[in-house]
């Protein structure tokens, strides 16, 4: 038996040993899985398996499992690439209706039931782990921030709701296709960002990339993620979300001229093409330190400016809140939110960015 630091693979190594030179047949599923009362109950079945165990639970996490519940028929476990849950389960016999009756057995027997998703995004990061490249972390949204057009109103000037009404139409419509958010830091890019996602919760699923794992969008592991995503959901959108993505976006010069090339490769090129997946880049920076093929028309679908909220618009939003705010000719939202220490110096705690507000265990 060869090993290999690929955990699907060693997997299926004694699988694929034993059908060497055989005529056999596969019938696979992907989706939710009861994948701890399936190994519970062939335990006695199980000839290879690979978990591992998070230090603040007891359960240990399955990658991959290898089963041999009959002398004809195997099967293979895989949930590393997906979040909690979730797998792809393969049954190998030698007849493709063996194969497929022992996995609608599967199904039924260990088939998880559909649940309604809470509203979430998923990160990325690169895994410490050396059996596999990235690693993925659901976070729950656990309610919509900006309930309505008076909310937005409120919080970005009356000409916002028109505009982001139009920008959910084109995410939904759009397979492909690069969205810029520029503003000061404080003027609500993200704030704005939870509330998009809870906007998109039945159409799309938002995956969110740490600046320091921006690599991640040129790996093959991740194009292989992203196939699969297509694969078990095709009813929706893949939505990745770059925050102070300046690196990828401004004009190319020997330290980003590979980053820039990657993110517009994915945006609308030929590596587009088959991962079909919008991007939405939030910056700091000027529009015309950006590269010009960024900004070319066609490719970016979409570009709003976060503005500060003029003397009477922060006033109104802070009077609706009931926060006291010193007076001043403009504010950002988070002068407003931080009340009376805007003024101060006093550095009031905050979260800045994407802050997990309910996380679940990394698949």
């Given at each position: 038996?060869?090993?290999?630091?690929?955990?699907?693979?060693?997997?299926?190594?004694?699988?694929?040993?034993?059908?060497?030179?055989?005529?056999?047949?596969?019938?696979?599923?992907?989706?939710r899985?009861?994948i701890?009362?399936?190994v519970?109950?062939?335990?006695?079945?199980c000839i290879?398996?690979?978990?591992?165990?998070?230090?603040?639970?007891?359960?240990?996490?399955?990658?991959?499992?290898a089963?041999?519940?009959?002398?004809?028929?195997?099967?293979?476990?895989?949930?590393?690439?997906?979040?909690?849950?979730?797998?792809?389960?393969?049954?190998?016999?030698?007849?493709?209706?063996?194969?497929?009756?022992?996995?609608?057995?599967?199904?039924?027997?260990?088939?998880?039931?559909?649940?309604?998703e809470?509203?979430?995004?998923?990160?990325?990061?690169?895994?410490?782990s050396e059996?596999?490249?990235?690693?993925?972390t659901?976070?729950?949204?656990?309610?919509?921030?900006?309930?309505?057009?008076e909310?937005?109103?409120?919080?970005?000037?009356?000409?916002?709701?028109?505009?982001?009404?139009?920008?959910?139409?084109?995410?939904?419509k759009?397979?492909?296709?690069?969205?810029?958010?520029?503003?000061?830091?404080?003027?609500?890019?993200?704030?704005?960002?939870?509330?998009?996602?809870?906007?998109?919760?039945r159409?799309?699923?938002?995956?969110?990339?740490?600046n320091?794992?921006?690599?991640?969008?040129?790996?093959?592991?991740?194009t292989?993620?992203?196939?699969?995503?297509?694969?078990?959901?095709?009813?929706?959108?893949?939505?990745?979300?770059?925050?102070?993505?300046?690196?990828?976006?401004?004009?190319?010069?020997?330290?980003?001229?590979?980053?820039v090339?990657?993110?517009l490769?994915?945006?609308?090129?030929?590596?587009?093409?088959?991962?079909?997946?919008q991007?939405?880049?939030?910056?700091?920076?000027?529009?015309?330190?950006?590269?010009?093929?960024?900004?070319?028309?066609?490719?970016?679908?979409?570009?709003?400016?976060?503005?500060?909220l003029?003397r009477?618009?922060?006033?109104?939003?802070?009077?609706h809140?009931?926060?006291?705010?010193?007076?001043?000719?403009?504010?950002?939202?988070?002068?407003?939110?931080?009340?009376?220490?805007?003024?101060?110096?006093?550095?009031?705690?905050?979260?800045i960015?994407?802050?997990?507000?309910?996380?679940?265990?990394?698949?």
């Amino acid at each position: 038996m060869s090993v290999t630091l690929d955990s699907e693979a060693y997997s299926l190594d004694p699988i694929q040993e034993h059908l060497r030179g055989q005529i056999y047949h596969v019938a696979e599923a992907f989706g939710r899985w009861q994948i701890v009362k399936m190994v519970a109950a062939f335990k006695h079945a199980c000839i290879y398996s690979h978990s591992r165990y998070l230090r603040d639970r007891r359960r240990p996490k399955w990658s991959n499992i290898a089963l041999r519940l009959e002398d004809d028929i195997w099967v293979a476990i895989d949930s590393k690439y997906y979040e909690a849950g979730h797998g792809h389960v393969r049954v190998y016999a030698r007849t493709h209706d063996a194969a497929h009756q022992r996995l609608l057995q599967l199904c039924e027997q260990y088939g998880a039931r559909p649940r309604r998703e809470k509203p979430a995004f998923f990160m990325l990061t690169k895994s410490k782990s050396e059996r596999s490249y990235f690693a993925t972390t659901s976070v729950w949204i656990r309610s919509q921030w900006l309930s309505d057009n008076e909310q937005l109103a409120l919080h970005y000037g009356d000409e916002f709701p028109q505009w982001a009404a139009d920008l959910e139409q084109r995410l939904c419509k759009k397979a492909t296709g690069l969205f810029l958010l520029r503003g000061e830091p404080g003027t609500g890019k993200t704030y704005f960002l939870r509330h998009l996602i809870w906007r998109l919760r039945r159409t799309h699923r938002t995956f969110y990339i740490p600046n320091a794992h921006f690599d991640l969008l040129s790996s093959p592991s991740m194009t292989r993620y992203w196939l699969q995503q297509q694969e078990e959901h095709p009813r929706h959108k893949v939505l990745v979300i770059l925050e102070d993505a300046e690196n990828l976006v401004m004009r190319r010069g020997q330290d980003n001229r590979a980053e820039v090339a990657n993110l517009l490769n994915l945006a609308d090129g030929l590596l587009g093409e088959c991962v079909r997946a919008q991007l939405i880049c939030t910056v700091n920076c000027p529009i015309d330190q950006l590269d010009a093929a960024v900004t070319r028309r066609g490719r970016l679908l979409a570009h709003h400016e976060f503005r500060r909220l003029t003397r009477a618009e922060g006033m109104a939003l802070a009077r609706h809140k009931g926060i006291r705010v010193p007076p001043q000719e403009d504010y950002s939202l988070a002068e407003i939110y931080a009340g009376q220490s805007a003024t101060t110096g006093i550095d009031a705690p905050r979260a800045i960015g994407f802050q997990p507000l309910v996380e679940s265990k990394a698949a």
